[in-house]
């Protein structure tokens, strides 16, 4: 060990004796070019090779600068001891940052590359309509001349590509409307927009986990398909239909997704849109990674089921052709937005324009659904979000009252699991029940729950009952006089049949 530090001492000594003949003998400008000389012949020994990324590049910035200094964030935070912190307007994250000096080692497809981070004084500058900063931020990457071919540009593509993603989920979300129909605003931009912060999500969100399990998998390939639909020749988009009763979860589904995804919503309102064109100029100017929501699609446009053998009467326009309901009025008249204006809207030439995007409709009535709309292959998943099940109700329970896992097998529970899915009660039901007595004590929260769904239960077979009962009646009056229509006495045979079902 004496020896190596004996022989560096001496290496140091010639160094500074030679330094000190440069300085004494040779005028600065030469001993400039032979500092340089000395650095070439260095380099020219030397395995590495650097490559200097400069915040500022002539007096534009240097977009690279910034995506290294995002990407660097992620390792930073766990690597180095020294950092700089930061939080961009809009933004709610915290970005770290490598301080003045500092080095970190980052590895990519086997390779690894040293970057240092370096600030100095810029020298004072003449007046410049554009003035640089006051510092000179620079970040040196160091790598093996032999990675060379393997990282430039491959890692460098990498690192921008990254930076993007996380500039992106850095940012909040916005949620996008447009309340002007299809109008433009003097920008020329159709949507408004507000930021979204919608607290919903698939923790939150009470449906049965396996089916949450499914459609959480395929939200991941989607986002992560992007070679898969190039290789395949399909545009980058997936359609889900939402159905089922009112306070299901259709909305809460919608903004769970767009949280998992982090991407923005752009909320259509298509009674607003007066024509194709209208439409077809919403969907241009919306942004790729955006889930693009129809809600209540049924009471939308005039969805009349096309494959319909009765004939239209001769002075009416095709069906498809014909305004929405409830706009009857003069001003709606002039409305000529189709349903094939919607179909190419989601699926023609049209919805290529930009690329990861998700359809997202949702309706009460699917029944009431033009089976173009429905058919395979248009929408790519259909949800049917179902009243609240035992597992769901568990969700709930745990949401709002704290109810843990290991409180799930008592009395109590066994008996919610019996009568939950003969109460037929909505997850927005549940909530409400469960707000009412959030206060209390849990134990007596969920005996509140309990006795509210018994109470359903009995509402729904005295209900039923009645029906039959008002069935059976009308039925009678029908035989005695043979006069009455023939559609009460089928809908009386069929509130039969139903209650039979029930009963099996
Ligand atoms: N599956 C669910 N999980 C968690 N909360 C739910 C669920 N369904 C409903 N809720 C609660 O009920 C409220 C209303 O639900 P939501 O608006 O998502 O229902 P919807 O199916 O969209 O109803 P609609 O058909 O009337 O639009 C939500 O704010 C949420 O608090
Ligand atoms: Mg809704």
Redesign the pocket.
Known sequence: MKEVWTSLASIMGVFAFFQSILHAVFPPELRFAAAKLFHRLFRCFSTYCYFEITEMDGVNTNELYHAVQLYLSQSASMAASRMSLSRGLNSSAFTFGLANNDRIVNGFRGASATWEHTVTQRQSQSFSLRPLPEEKRSFTLQIKKKDKPLLIPAYLDHIMETATELRRRNQDRRLYTNSRGGSMESRGFPWESVPFKHP?TFD????DPARKELIMADLNDFAQGKAFYENTGRAWKRGYLLY??????????IAAMANHLSYDIYDLELTEVQTNSELRKLLMKTTSKSIIVI??IDCSVNLINRSSKKPAPPCEPPSDLRPARGTEDGGAAARTITLSGLLSFTDGLWSCCGSERIFVF?T?HIEKLDPALVRSGRMDMHVF?SYCSFQ?LK??MK?YLGWEDSEQSDELMRELAEVVDEAEI???DV?GILIKNRRRERREAAAELLEALKARVERRKRSLSEQVVEAEEQEKRALESPNESTDQLMHSCNAKEDKGAEED
């Open positions: 919903s939150t969100l009470a449906m089922g009763p009112p306070g299901t979860g259709k909305s809460s589904m809600e209540d949702t009460n979000m769901a969700i709930l949401n909505t997850p927005a909530s």
